[in-house]
């Protein structure tokens, strides 16, 4: 009998090789470890909830067909706390016979006692599937900018096979550098950010905890951190991944801090933002700071998801707009859903379903 139901730890094993075979076909990517993140990720969350749990769907055989993940969110609407959740991994055998495990699983997810449903990266596909549960699709959401430091190496980043980028990268590496030299040595001032007048120091979650009231005091919808939360989250970021290495930083005037800024840095090729935190008198300053280490790390170009706050200072700093993944929204509060579609909103990947994606074998 077809069933849905919460995950179980002693699904973890079905439920990564499912993964696998649907997504990574051939990849070669480890179960056991796969099944680990997933255990690690949504049962082990500090704070899974289990009245918004994952997701299985389980066919007449007993075997498992679909997965939803739920990564679980703390936020804050005019200062009251709101229960947020973002569905992600989500995977469905396509050779389930005359059912859709993928809808039934997100419509399950939706009908959770949830405020608010986000999720980061809607394709076309699961777009048509979201609106037709009854979500809405932040269409602003679906763009993203690119800054650009190295043209030559983003342009081979993003349209060369990534196996072919490593086998040639060594061999043309030269190449590169020359022409992006020269690039940089005629439009300075469009490709080498100056160095900015804050300084630095590494991600302290005690800090950033302390300092988010204060950062997000003109937000109407804003993420509610603890210390311990950040710890697991930056400790979790930072393991191995093909996006790059983890890189955060408080920003600083002096001892005030202005804000931060995480990201994965993948020198060569192009690094995926994951925050900017600041308020809107400093956030100018955090990009500043973000824009000027990632040039220095060797990244070809910053990439990261426009957000309304954001708007203004990205488009004083040379940045291009290309469209990408569309981001969706649910929630039967009208209120949530102004706040989240005004400039008066935090919500970013790393509070998202973005980064809860199994790390890829190096």
């Known amino acids: ?181 020269a690039a940089r040595t005629v439009w300075p001032n469009l490709l080498r950010p100056s160095s900015p007048p804050t300084t630095a120091r590494p991600l302290d979650p005690k800090v950033m905890a302390a300092k988010l009231p204060r950062l997000t005091a003109a937000m109407r919808l804003y993420p509610d951190y603890d210390e311990r939360y950040l710890a697991w989250l930056l400790a979790e970021l930072a393991t191995p991944r093909r996006r790059g290495t983890l890189v955060g930083r408080l920003v600083c005037d002096g001892e005030r801090v202005l804000g931060w800024y995480v990201y994965f840095l993948k020198p060569g090729g192009i690094s995926r933002v994951l925050q900017i935190m600041g308020n809107e008198q400093d956030i100018g300053l955090v990009v500043d700071h973000l824009f000027y280490d990632a040039e220095t790390g060797g990244t070809a170009a910053l990439e990261g998801r426009i957000e309304p706050r954001l708007l203004a200072p990205l488009a004083r700093r040379r940045c291009i707009l290309r469209h990408t993944a569309a981001a969706g929204i649910h929630s039967k509060n009208h209120e949530i859903l102004a706040a989240a579609f005004s400039r008066r909103s935090v919500f970013t990947r790393m509070d998202s379903e973005y980064w809860p994606i199994p790390p890829r074998r190096l």
């Open 1 to 181: 009998m077809k069933s849905l139901r919460p995950l179980e730890r002693g699904d973890l094993e079905q439920v990564a090789a499912l993964f696998l075979r649907v997504v990574r076909p051939g990849a070669g990517d480890s179960v056991a470890e796969t099944a680990a993140y997933f255990e690690r990720t949504t049962l082990d969350h500090p704070w899974a909830d289990p009245d918004i749990p994952s997701l299985v769907f389980v066919d007449d055989r007993g075997t498992i067909a679909g997965f939803v993940g739920s990564y679980v969110t703390r936020m804050r609407l005019d200062g009251d706390s709101v229960r947020a959740a973002c569905p992600g991994n989500l995977v469905a055998d396509p050779e389930a016979p005359a059912v859709a495990p993928g809808a039934l699983l997100l419509r399950e997810h939706f009908n959770g006692p949830q405020d608010v449903t986000f999720v980061d990266t809607l394709g076309e596909p699961s777009r048509a599937m979201w609106e037709a549960l009854g979500g809405d699709t932040a269409w602003l959401g679906a763009v993203s900018w690119v800054r650009v430091f190295r043209p030559l190496r983003l342009a081979y980043a993003r349209f060369v096979h990534p196996r072919r980028l490593r086998a040639a990268t060594f061999v043309l590496s030269p190449v590169f550098a020359s022409f992006d030299a």
